[in-house]
């Protein structure tokens, strides 16, 4: 199946829209490969909507798997403490 696509810009603004279509796309594969590979301007909002996929597919028995995750933003996800929780790769230091 085909994975599902982070957009280029994932802030604020577009984190409620990314959320709602991330849920939608999880309750039709529950395990979903997520494709963040687009993502260039993106702020913390970016792992909420992750994270929102992430506990659907816990509810649902499923399972994501994040790919091409930018530096910057495995970054900050190691900031935030999250990046077991996503399944992320660490960044050397």
Do not use: N, W
């Amino acid at each position: 199946m085909k994975p599902f696509c982070l957009p280029v810009v994932l802030t604020h603004a577009q984190a409620s829209d990314a959320a709602q279509a991330l849920v939608a796309a999880v309750q039709a594969q529950p395990r979903l490969a997520i494709d963040a590979s687009a993502l260039q301007h993106f702020d913390s909002s970016a792992l909420a909507v992750l994270l929102v996929g992430m506990r659907e597919a816990k509810r649902l028995g499923g399972q994501l798997q994040v790919q091409g995750l930018p530096a910057r933003a495995r970054i900050l996800a190691q900031v935030y403490g999250l990046s077991d929780v996503l399944q992320l790769p660490t960044v050397p230091a």
